[in-house]
């Protein structure tokens, strides 16, 4: 790869341990991605957050890196593995929150906005049609790519970390125009319903398209919470972190469609809930918010949560950003779900919290919530938000 | 004395026994950071310990995490002495690189087998005694 001088003396350690590690991480990955130079991003996205899964390796690591390391553009951070304000409330250990709260030192340190969610184009981390980024976490990076039009390739929490410090990534894979080809036609004859059908499109879809760029057809209306479901969905069960969805995302209109065609009926839909779906009746879990919940997602959970209330035996959990928690309070959402017995997980999700042994079976609106919570042991069941808040109230899956 | 020539991921020395094996390995879930004991099940290499060998690999897989997990086996003295990928990829690249462990790719590695003394440098596995 070619370096320029400045780059050249960031490597050799001119400004100090985490530049030059950093140099290292992207110099060693431009080369074996074949990158010729290293671009400059307009954001970061950084994965890796929750001390469940760094252990305290992962926070040594990143104590050593926030010694000098000081990131060089808008940097914003994936959910950690607890609410920073109310893990009590969500019944996490003090040991954990403990370890929770010093990577999350760590971060500050580094100058890194403490958003906590994978969603973070919804609370200021928003690129441009166009502009390189470095993000991590597969469902941002595939909303970045599909559904803004902005270029990243899927980081892991290292290498995005590095791009933060240096300002840069090597310009490879997602980031040059011919490898941002679709090669795959899905087209899509199935009638989606409700929005779990989404979720259901989307393992269908990675299915289909393993390791693939589909080019959609067949879609008529998406929302934002439609495709950032459909997003989590597809690149978790197998896709590459990019689509195109024709009427919907931007380029396809411009792209060729490629010859190579599947299509999705409706039995794919009904078969992607056979898959995803266990024989279960019991819910002791109800989590709405993977992805993170929008606000326009938590006024539907307290209209349909209102007057209710829920079952003794069950948790029901929001998982959201602290900003659109924020935004609910203001607007009262919050007291309803809390009077209902609903929590707030903000910060954190059911991907990343500590929660294997703590519960059975699992409700959600989340293909890929269902897929991270069966490595959590437990049951799953995917449905509409009116099956989840009905699971909620009676403590039974009832479709 | 045979050498290989490859390409260099993280510089330095290391020489030690080789434990080599066709699979790819996951270091998150697949290998146990305070032993080294690989514990995937079904791998060709279940039950062994890759402390201190130098671990021949075609590449890695699984969860980005595995990068610490490396990590973490260097600070427990669990950590190989040297990793020799066929191609390597981001989690075995980035782990090598803050641990600190030698690592080459786009090596032969059929030609080095379990047992045999490996030295890299560099970019040149020497065979120092097969």
């Not at chain 1, 060729?256 to 039995?267: A, G, I, L, N, R």
């Not at chain 2, 290989?4 to 290998?31: D, N, Q």
């Not at chain 2, 062994?48 to 995490?65: A, D, H, N, Q, Y």
């Amino acid at each position: 790869m070619n370096l320029t001088e400045k780059e050249q003396r960031m490597l050799d350690g001119e400004e100090g341990y985490a530049v030059r590690k950093s140099m290292e991480i992207l110099v060693a990955l431009g080369d074996i991605y074949g990158a010729e130079r290293l671009i400059k991003v307009g954001s970061v996205q950084v994965a890796g957050v929750s001390y469940h899964n760094l252990g305290d390796a992962g926070l040594e690591f990143l104590n050593e890196l926030a010694k000098d390391g000081r990131v060089k553009v808008l940097t914003t951070l994936n959910p950690a593995g607890m609410d920073l304000e109310n893990w009590r409330n969500l019944g996490i250990s003090e040991e954990f929150a403990q370890k929770q709260n010093m990577v999350i030192e760590a971060f500050e340190k580094m100058g890194i906005l403490v958003s906590c969610t994978c969603t973070p184009y919804l609370i200021g981390n928003l690129p441009r049609y166009g502009e390189h980024v470095a993000w991590s976490e597969s469902s941002a990076v595939t909303f970045a790519n599909s559904v803004i039009g902005a270029r990243t390739n899927r980081e892991g929490g290292p290498s995005a970390l590095a791009a933060a410090f240096v300002g840069k990534t090597p310009c490879y894979g997602l980031h040059l125009d011919e490898n941002r080809v679709p090669d795959i036609h899905v087209k899509v004859n199935a009638d989606l319903t409700k929005f779990s059908d989404w979720g259901a499109l989307g393992y269908a879809i990675g299915k289909k398209a393993e390791n693939k760029i589909p080019y959609i057809t067949g879609i008529d209306e998406a929302g934002l919470d439609e495709l950032k479901s459909f997003c989590a969905s597809v690149v978790t069960y197998g896709a590459k972190p990019l689509f195109y969805m024709k009427g919907i995302t931007p380029g396809a209109e411009t792209c060729q469609v490629p010859k190579d065609t599947v299509e999705v009926e409706q039995s794919d839909i009904r078969e992607a809930y056979d898959n995803i779906n266990d024989e279960v009746t019991d819910i002791d879990f109800v989590c709405v918010g993977c992805p993170h919940c929008s606000i326009k997602e938590i006024a539907e959970i307290a209209e349909l949560l209102r007057g209710k209330r829920v079952a003794e035996n069950t948790e029901f959990w929001v998982a959201t950003s602290r900003s659109a928690k924020q935004l609910a309070d203001k607007r009262g959402y919050t007291q309803v779900i809390e009077r209902a017995g609903g929590k707030f997980a903000c910060d954190t999700c059911m991907a990343v919290a500590p929660l294997k042994g703590r519960f059975k079976a699992l409700a959600t609106t989340s293909a890929k919530g269902c897929f991270y919570s069966r490595q959590n042991n437990m049951k799953t069941k995917m449905g509409s938000l009116e099956e989840c808040i009905m699971a909620a109230v009676t403590g039974k899956w009832s479709s | 004395m045979e050498q290989l020539k490859g390409r260099v991921i993280y510089k330095g020395k290391g020489e030690g026994e080789a434990l080599t094996t066709s699979m790819p390995i996951s270091f998150y879930g697949g290998v146990d950071p305070n032993t080294g004991e690989v514990i995937e099940k079904g791998h060709e290499l279940q039950g062994k310990r890759v402390k201190g060998k130098i671990l021949v690999f075609p590449t890695g897989k699984g969860s980005t995490v595995g990068s610490y997990t490396l990590y973490r086996m260097k600070k427990n003295g669990t950590a190989p002495a040297g990793i020799i990928n066929k191609e390597c990829e981001t989690i075995v690249a980035v782990g090598a690189i803050i641990s600190e462990i030698p690592c080459i790719d786009k090596v032969d590695i059929a030609r080095i087998k379990t047992g045999d003394i490996v030295r890299i440098e560099d970019g040149t596995v020497t065979l120092v005694q097969d």
